[in-house]
């Protein structure tokens, strides 16, 4: 079948279009080439006006007289003197000028040391994102390196910190030993001492490498904005979970991405588990957990460490004991298990009766165990049982009794742990330094992030229950008594402790703050 040509109305009206478009691109370009120098001048006048009242605002309001007097003494002169306001103009139309000519270079791609360091990226990923069989290779020795990055961003220092990275569908990204390799390798070439996220897009065959940032150390203890159940564990990245809460911190009043731990009988992870170094900020976590507990619960602390980390808390309303030894904390454990066990019934028979739970059932209970390890030791070479063993009945009845066990130990002696710590405490806590595997043996999954050798006290990872793993940082809680914490922190820590139920002696007893009278 013959084409039917276009009718003429369409043809002529089309290239007329086409025509008058060209003459008015035509005409613009014209425009511009002969206003060019008048643009010039104008964005000079701009940027000298400017200039000026930078200046006039920097003089202070004492000299702004004298300078007055002189700007107009020198107008005076040059409009005396012969063609005085003609050379005035002229100078003043040459400044414009060539102020207007200035530009800043903009810079269109990398500079060359960042050529260089993503050629050396490249070069480096070359053994392994390439095989002999490929008959395009995306990555060769010698090759370009922008066809495989195709986002990248640099910091102060000239380090990259972010970079998109297109690699072979050939590639095993689904086999983690080839993708640890790889992330090892960015990790070295890219700048040690950062923290560095991962994100692998196995669909699209993309890598993301994200240098973070380090996590806020300025949150102090705090009354935090909690539901009823909920716990602060700290605080982690903006876009970890979708929820913020108003803090207090040392540079004023802002929104932080907080940790939430929930607890009770509707919780997945009803029990917790810290492990981290010496000196990594477990004691002042489970600190911050018996501050926030008091506020509608009642807390049984037993330290192995026996340092009296927890002595600004003895005698308090709400604490049931603060035990250092072994005999206080075997017979506080004891009591802990006979308790949960009646809870379990009394609950059992008000349900059975048609009446809701009583009310000693409902408050909840907080049981903190600091270093197990310890009492453990002291119980086997005393012939005592383990303390661990008694927390078999909190542990697995607790969530249903509204108890909540808490326990903290460290890296070197984790292999002590009994079965039913290590089975029930589904929410876990690692802080301090520590390597990929030591995170992976306590969270179940290793860390998202590459972990850097140095951290502030109370910065780790956080997983709750089969959730995803959290970057962590404890709010700081210090123990106010120790000569060594500062004061805003100390005034922060005892805001939040309760009133003393007994007397308690106390060399330190001055720090507390003193209660206000009643009005009236």
């Keep these: 079948m ?7 109305i369409l043809s002529s009206s089309s290239v007329s279009v086409a025509r008058s478009r060209e003459l008015a691109r035509t005409a613009a370009d014209s425009a511009t080439d002969v206003l060019h120098p008048l643009i010039t001048i104008s964005r000079g006048l701009r940027k000298l006006a400017a200039a000026g009242r930078a200046r006039w605002a920097g003089t202070p309001k004492e000299k702004r007289g004298p300078a007055l007097f002189l700007v107009g003494s020198v107008v005076l002169v040059v409009a005396l003197i012969p063609y005085g306001p003609l050379l005035a103009l002229i100078t003043v139309m040459a400044a414009a000028a060539w102020k207007g000519h200035e530009r800043a270079p903009v810079q269109t791609g990398p500079a060359p040391a960042e050529t260089e360091r993503l050629q050396s990226l ?19 020795h010698g090759g ?46 890219s700048g040690r001492g950062r923290e560095y996220r991962f994100d692998w897009d196995e669909e699209g065959n993309q890598l993301v490498m994200t240098v973070l940032d380090p996590l806020a ?114 017979a506080s454990l004891e009591w802990a298990a006979s308790e949960t066990e009646r809870r379990l019934i009394s609950a059992n028979l008000a349900r059975q ?49 509204n108890v909540t066990v808490v326990v903290a130990e460290q890296f070197d002696t984790l292999d002590t742990l009994s079965d039913p710590v290590r089975a029930h405490t589904r929410a ?34 956080a997983r709750l229950g089969g959730g995803p793993v959290m970057r962590l940082q404890v709010p700081a809680t210090p123990d106010p008594y120790d000569d060594a914490t500062s004061d805003s922190h100390r005034q922060a820590v005892l805001e939040l402790l309760p009133e003393r139920s007994f007397p308690v002696e106390d060399r330190r007893a001055d720090l507390d703050p003193a209660p206000v009278p009643a009005e009236g």
């Design 217 to 330: 150390t300025t949150v102090a203890a705090q009354r935090f904005v909690t539901a009823p159940g909920e716990t602060v564990l700290g605080f982690t990245d903006g876009d970890a979970v979708p929820r913020t809460v108003p803090v207090q911190a040392d540079d004023g009043e802002s929104d932080a991405t907080p940790v939430i731990w929930r607890t009770g009988p509707r919780s997945t992870e009803p029990h917790l588990l810290v492990v981290g170094q010496p000196g990594s900020g477990t004691t002042s976590l489970l600190r911050s957990l018996a501050l926030q507990a008091l506020q509608d619960g009642d807390v049984l602390i037993a330290e192995g460490t026996g340092t009296g980390e927890y002595a600004c808390l003895t005698g308090r309303n709400g604490v049931l004991a603060v035990e250092c030894g072994l005999s206080g904390a075997l």
């Design 2 to 8: 013959a084409r039917r040509p276009l009718p003429r």
């Design 122 to 140: 490249y070069e480096a990923l070359v053994p392994y994102f390439s095989v002999p069989e490929d008959p395009d290779p995306l990555f060769a």
């Design 428 to 461: 876990r806590a690692v802080l301090g330094p520590a390597s990929p595997e030591e995170v992976a043996e306590v969270l179940g999954v290793p860390p998202h992030t590459t972990p850097t050798p140095e951290v502030p006290p109370g910065r780790g990872y």
């Design 144 to 189: 370009e390196w922008d066809k495989a990055f195709s986002e990248y961003e640099f910091d102060g220092t000239g380090r990259p910190s972010r970079l998109l990275i297109r690699y072979p569908a050939y590639f095993t990204d689904g086999e983690a030993p080839a993708r640890a390799r790889i992330e090892q390798l960015l990790h070295a070439k």
């Design 353 to 401: 009766a048609g009446r809701p739970a009583p009310e000693d059932t409902r408050r909840p209970l907080w049981i903190l165990l600091d270093r197990p390890s310890v009492f453990g030791h002291l119980a086997a070479s005393g012939g005592h049982c383990d303390p661990q063993q008694l927390l078999q009945v909190p542990l697995r009845h607790g969530r249903a009794a």
